[in-house]
């Protein structure tokens, strides 16, 4: 396959004639991850919640994660509505939805537990069991698959030391096949966390698993 610029190391957004860096596109996820509280109202139920930090005990919803999911019912008019925002918060902070993480949900809404759990198993973003610190989606579709997107799930699965769908020993990668990321001007896409890493190929990965490595060291990871 041609060799394509690497144009996309990481971070979505416009990075053409304004140059702009990593930490201008993301803000304060690029280097101290989300406000634990949400901040203001409107910005509280977006924000990123695939992260490399993930405790499966964590309390659901206690101190200033408590004020984000306050803040997050007040944005929508039924509880129904405010559903899948609260799930990404529990996702946040626990990494994946258990069934007992679905039914706390459900009770802090006021919804059924079958309600809730219909939702959430509906949902591919929604991690149903543990994954790794980066959880590596490899678009396999169409445009992907015509750029070598299977060459590239190979690398990141010999690279990660991991098998399809499987964390690897350390707990560092979850690597999974991914239908579509809504990225097909630039295959092959791959999303790991939050970021998006566009026309990577093959010989692109050691240097992104490198990075995400690098980033775990020094505390950066988001």
């Known amino acids: 396959m041609s060799e394509a610029p690497f144009r996309n190391p990481g971070w979505a957004g416009n990075t053409g004639e304004f140059d702009l860096a990593e930490a201008d596109v993301r803000g304060v996820v690029a280097s101290d991850g989300p406000p634990a509280d949400g901040g203001h109202p409107s910005v509280a139920p977006s924000l990123p919640y695939m992260l490399a930090a993930k405790d499966p005990a964590a309390p659901l919803f206690e101190g200033p994660h408590l ?9 929508y ?21 258990s069934p007992e993480t679905m039914d706390e949900v459900a009770a802090l809404l006021g919804l059924s537990n079958a309600y ?27 445009s992907c698959n015509l750029r070598g997107a299977e060459d590239v ?15 690897s020993e350390d707990g560092t990668f979850t690597v999974v096949e991914a239908e579509c990321l809504a990225a097909c001007g630039f295959p092959t896409c791959v999303q790991i966390n939050s970021r998006y890493f566009e026309d990577v190929g093959p010989a692109d990965v050691p240097g992104i698993v490198d990075r995400l490595q690098g980033e775990l060291q020094s505390g950066a990871a988001v």
């Open 153 to 167: 799930l190979a690398a990141f699965l010999a690279h990660a030391g991991t098998e399809l769908g499987e964390t």
């Open 67 to 75: 004020e984000r999911f306050e803040k997050i019912k007040s944005r």
């Open 116 to 142: 809730v759990r219909g939702v959430a198993t509906f949902y591919t973003m929604y991690n149903k069991r543990p994954v790794g610190r980066f959880l590596v989606q490899v678009c396999t579709n169409i």
């Open 77 to 97: 008019p039924t509880a129904r509505a405010a559903l899948l925002p609260a799930l990404n918060l529990a996702q946040e902070l626990r990494g994946f939805l």
